[in-house]
């Protein structure tokens, strides 16, 4: 059946997965819904008798707990069912399988309506999507070394990437256009009233973000399960006790592959701050900077669009220079950012002083915006080129089902180091501290990965 489609629709069809699955990182997680949970979170907690200050973090905490939570479970699951499905032979259909929970939980997201009174349930039905989100890309990736040579999987993937972020900049436009109302003058980016009678005074417009990135999904996933096909391997009956040995084996053998092992332990430091960093970026602009909902947006299609230039530019310095080169570079830009964010208040940048009356510091912001989408983009590709560097078609899923777990083992500990630097300093800006050192963890234990990994 897989000769019916050509390899080129193969490769288009792989790429529409991040076209489709991209709004769920740029709208919901980062600049939507992310800052509207911290918008209505902060007001909560303000009529509750906090000031702004503390309101302000103990959303931030509220959020960083309930990305923590998802992640855990992310974590246990991921390596096992990487393990079940290369047993048996198959991929695609547990890409169906989460992909239903990632519209489940998007389109669930219309119901948080302004209040604070649905806080907890706002944590659950985001984290349902995101599980599923993070799932479907487990099996997604598992595909990527049966689309072509090695050679060329630096380039696959970054064009993947880039595809991902400009249906990302698209879908962000969208709801910044016709959707997403400020809260204060009920209106669009650009002075609209929200499509379809939508009401701004219950941030109707702002919480159709969640059916309309499930639409989105569900619209942009048909070319990948039109042309994408499962690798020709014999379809096997589910064996848990084969499947759980031959994950056993595979966490054996890591004493033994020094390369993959420094490599999954930098990129359980690095991605793992990459993630908080998108995660918590929006929520920083919201408490420390006092961004509205639609300001954030613009802030997201600026780094979105850096994102896809850097993504595309970034798989052909992979293919030339090879995916560690790329990934070291890319650690150092985010670490100067970090330091930037975290030395940064309207007044003042590490003692140097600002206008408050003025735009600078929002312009700093929106620079650093543009260089975490630059280098998170690039990162993210060359990442998944040297995951397959280390594994072989028939155990990808296995291979990167421990690439999950290596990103999400540790993916509650930024989270929660943001949740207590927050908590205790009181300050969402120093709250964001702990991911300098997280990536500067990674970039140390990247010294130990072997530029070629495995296909040395």
């Keep these: 059946m897989s000769d019916t489609v050509s390899a080129k629709r193969r490769i288009w069809g792989w790429w529409f997965f991040d ?22 979170a902060r007001g909560y907690y303000m009529a509750d008798g906090m000031d702004a200050d503390a309101a302000g973090a103990a959303a931030q905490a509220y959020w960083g707990a ?70 479907a890309t487990i099996f997604t990736n598992a595909l990527m070394p049966s ?3 090695h050679d060329d999987m630096g380039a696959i993937s970054g064009s993947g990437f880039a595809f991902g972020y400009l249906g990302g ?27 379809f009678g939508l009401d701004p005074e219950a941030r ?8 309309f990135t499930a639409i989105w999904y569900a619209v942009f996933m048909i070319p990948f399960f039109v042309w994408v096909r499962e690798p020709r391997t014999d379809r096997r009956p589910l064996h848990l006790g084969r499947a759980f040995a031959s994950l056993r084996d595979l966490l054996a053998s890591l004493r033994y592959r020094s390369s993959l092992s420094a490599y999954l332990a930098s990129s359980l430091f690095y991605r793992d701050a990459l993630n908080a960093l998108y995660g918590f970026g929006g929520v920083y602009a919201s408490g420390v900077l006092g961004w509205e909902i639609t300001q954030i947006g613009v802030f997201g299609v600026v780094g979105a669009i850096t994102a896809m230039i850097a993504s595309w530019i970034g798989g052909k310095a992979d293919r030339r220079y090879g995916p560690k080169l790329v990934i070291a570079f890319c650690i150092v830009v985010l670490i100067f950012v970090c330091l930037i964010i975290v030395g940064m208040t309207r007044e003042q940048v590490w003692g140097i002083a600002l206008d408050p009356a003025s735009n600078v510091s929002d312009d700093i912001f929106f620079a650093c915006g543009a260089l975490i989408g630059a280098a998170g983009g690039a990162l993210q590709a060359a990442s998944r080129t040297m995951m397959v560097r280390h594994t072989t078609p028939d155990r990808a899923t296995e291979a990167f089902g421990l690439f999950a777990l290596s990103g999400k083992v540790a993916s509650f500990i930024s989270p929660a180091l943001i949740a ?9 800006r120093i709250g964001i ?11 140390v234990l990247l010294i130990w990965v072997r530029a070629k990994g495995e296909q040395a």
């Design 66 to 135: 309930g990305l923590a939570i998802a992640s855990v479970l992310i974590a246990v699951l991921a390596p096992i069912l990487g393990a079940i499905a290369d047993g048996t032979g198959r991929r695609l259909v547990w890409v169906w399988f989460f992909s239903a929970f990632y519209i489940a939980g998007s389109a669930a997201l219309w119901f948080i309506a302004p209040g604070g009174d649905n806080l907890f349930w706002a944590v659950v039905f985001f984290g349902l999507g995101f599980i599923g989100m993070e799932f």
């Design 169 to 195: 900049v698209l879908a962000l436009a969208i709801m910044l256009l016709f959707f997403a109302e400020n809260s204060a003058t009920g209106k669009t980016l650009i002075g609209l009233d929200p499509l």
């Design 204 to 211: 109707e417009g702002t919480r159709a973000v969640g059916p």
């Design 433 to 443: 501290s702990p991911l300098i050192v997280m990536f500067l963890i990674g970039l």
């Design 19 to 40: 076209w489709a699955s991209q709004p769920y990182n740029t709208l919901l997680l980062t600049f939507i819904f992310g800052p509207y949970f911290a918008e209505i």
């Design 147 to 149: 689309l072509s040579d």
């Design 420 to 428: 207590v630097a927050t908590h205790v300093s009181g300050s969402q």
